[in-house]
């Protein structure tokens, strides 16, 4: 399985900082979907998913990326 970031209106796909790609064999493959949510926060990427591509022919699972939390905002505790 790869795991993409899939902008949600052009379903175009990370492929580095600057570049978008249509393929997503040239999208660039992070190896966690936690990696993948923090490069969107990192870069301000709005309107994205997680997508999970599995290569067997399984469909496409795609989660939108959540809203960046507040620094200042205090975890919740349980």
Known sequence: ??????????????????????????????????TAIDFAHEHDLTDVYVTGKFLGGDPDVSVPVPHKPLLSSPRARW
Request: overall charge positive; charged content about 20%; glycine content about 0%.
């Open 1 to 34: 399985m790869k795991i993409l970031l899939q902008h949600r209106r052009t379903l175009q796909y990370v492929q580095t900082v600057d570049a978008w790609t249509r393929s997503h064999t040239e999208a660039h493959n992070f190896l966690h979907s936690q």
